[in-house]
């Protein structure tokens, strides 16, 4: 059995995707995570869990650097860090709401699940 540490609805400024127009002027990408972890019998200490709050800033850091075309790509760098900081696995949902789609829409995004080795 597994546990989770939730992030919802990070925020970052970053200039992905495959147009011109988006590469020069940017849009906003909304980041959720799940990070499976075990909490069982840890008690009360910060050193023995993810540090959210460190999480979360590495999470918009590595988002708003080095521009990529594909959400997808940039779910991936996501991954990597939550993996990085201990998780045993993550959920990693990567929302575009700012797309370049030409017909009305609420939300694009791309979720990947991945494990450390």
Same mark, same amino acid.
């Given at each position: 059995m597994t546990d989770e540490i939730r992030l919802r609805g990070l925020r970052a400024f970053a200039h992905h995707g495959v147009f011109d127009d988006e590469r020069a002027n940017g849009q906003e990408f909304i980041i959720d995570v799940d990070a499976r972890v075990s909490l069982s019998g840890l008690g009360d200490? %910060? /050193?023995? @869990? $993810?540090?959210?709050? #460190? =999480? *979360? +800033? &590495? $999470?918009? /850091?590595? +988002? #708003?650097?080095?521009?990529?075309? =594909? $959400?997808? @790509?940039? &779910?991936?760098? +996501? *991954? *990597? %860090?939550v993996l990085g900081f201990g998780a045993l696995s993550t959920r990693v949902e990567v929302h575009k709401p700012s797309a370049p789609i030409t017909v009305r829409f609420d939300d694009v995004s791309v979720v990947i699940e991945r494990m450390r080795p």
């Open positions: 200490d %910060i /050193a023995q @869990t $993810i540090h959210y709050g #460190e =999480l *979360a +800033v &590495a $999470i918009v /850091a590595a +988002v #708003e650097s080095d521009p990529v075309d =594909l $959400i997808e @790509t940039v &779910a991936e760098r +996501v *991954a *990597a %860090i």
